[in-house]
């Protein structure tokens, strides 16, 4: 069963940046899309974008000036930068995987709150 | 980016019920349409992807259908670990949109 854990700090300071990591248990990374969700609390799901097992990516434009994301597939993880944030960037952040275009985000993550503030 | 209207935003339906949610975007999607259900505190899980194809695992009692623009997502008949929110979410263009989210109450 593949299973998906989101990793990083719970509180960042406006204007730094959110590092997030995901680890992948019980499956291969290859031939999959790593993705990353948020939810601010009470609120809906914002797709953030995703990474290739390849390394490539694809980001959601809203996002695409302040996200970075990489895989290290030795370590079966993959990782999330999102820079100058500001309180708005409050919620908890899902990671995800969907297996090529068109499909489905299959498996998530439990999911970790990241709250900004001073 | 593909707009993504669900309705209605809340329901109040009893154990046994038959509910239907509605998902309409803003261009054709064909059939890369999925719905999601959340519970409190937790991950969505995926319940249908490709408008009508049931995920593995999922009650036969969830069902979808639709293409283009319209979808429906209903439940019949309506158990307690049914209420929950439920999300449709398109996969057909970046960004990948979800719908804002129907919130199924008990009546």
């Known amino acids: 069963q593949v299973q998906l854990q989101e990793s990083g700090p719970g509180l960042v300071k406006p204007s730094e940046t959110l590092s997030l990591t995901c680890t992948v248990s019980g499956g291969s990374m290859s031939t999959y899309y790593w993705n990353w969700i948020r939810q601010p609390p009470g609120k809906g799901l914002e797709w953030i974008g995703y990474v290739y097992y390849t390394g490539s990516t694809n980001y959601n434009p809203s996002l695409k000036s302040r996200v970075n994301m990489s895989v290290d597939t030795s370590k079966k993880q993959f990782s999330l930068k999102l820079r100058s944030v500001t309180a708005a960037d409050t919620a908890v952040y899902y990671c995800?995987?969907?297996?090529?275009?068109?499909?489905?985000?299959?498996?998530w993550g439990q999911g970790t709150l990241v709250t900004v503030s001073s | 980016d593909i707009q993504m209207t669900q309705s209605p935003s809340s329901l109040s339906a009893s154990v046994g019920d038959r509910v239907t949610i509605t998902c309409r975007t803003s261009q054709s999607i064909s059939s890369y349409l999925n719905w999601h259900q959340q519970k409190p505190g937790k991950a969505p899980n995926l319940l249908i992807y490709a408008a009508s194809s049931l995920q593995s695992g999922v009650p036969s009692r969830f069902s979808g259908s639709g293409s283009g623009t319209d979808f429906t997502l209903t439940i019949s008949p309506l158990q307690p670990e049914d209420f929950a929110t439920y999300y449709c979410?398109?996969?057909?263009?970046?960004?990948?949109?979800f719908g804002q989210g129907t919130k199924l109450e008990i009546k």
């Open positions: 979410q398109q996969s057909y263009s970046n960004p990948y949109t």
């Open positions: 995800a995987r969907f297996r090529g275009g068109g499909d489905p985000l299959d498996y």
